[in-house]
């Protein structure tokens, strides 16, 4: 760490320091401050929906319930053959494309063994 670097995390510290919150700061193999770090978990792998199904197989089942939504509509998607988990993540990935980031909002019905999605405007 160059002379600047180290001038300018004691700078940060002291300041931190100064308004009394609690911090964590990892540099050059050093922790500073009161704040314990918690390791990072390993990242999960996905879940391969087309390996379980078959390609596209979900998205054909869920794409009639969705396509045509109109603002304020919801489509009810039974799980039928499918995991609940596959029919709620292609169902809204497919919402998102259709509809934009936004545009709809959608929740497992684990009772009922459906996914609920409403088109929202945008």
């Known amino acids: 760490m160059l002379e600047i670097q180290k001038v300018t995390l004691r700078k940060a510290i ?36 087309s390996k379980k199904y078959g390609r596209g197989v979900v998205l054909n089942y869920v794409k009639p319930y969705i396509q045509n939504l109109k603002v304020g509509d919801v489509a009810q998607i039974p799980a039928g053959d499918f995991d609940l988990r596959a029919v709620s993540a292609i169902g809204a990935t497919l ?28």
């Open 95 to 122: 919402a998102h494309d259709l509809f934009g980031t936004g545009g709809h909002t959608s929740r497992r019905d684990k009772n009922n063994n459906v996914v609920e999605i409403m088109r929202l405007e945008v």
């Open 14 to 49: 002291n300041l931190l320091n100064s308004i009394g919150v609690e911090y964590a700061i990892l540099a050059n193999g050093e922790k500073y401050g009161s704040l314990e770090i918690v390791p990072q978990r390993a990242p999960t792998k996905g879940v391969s929906y």
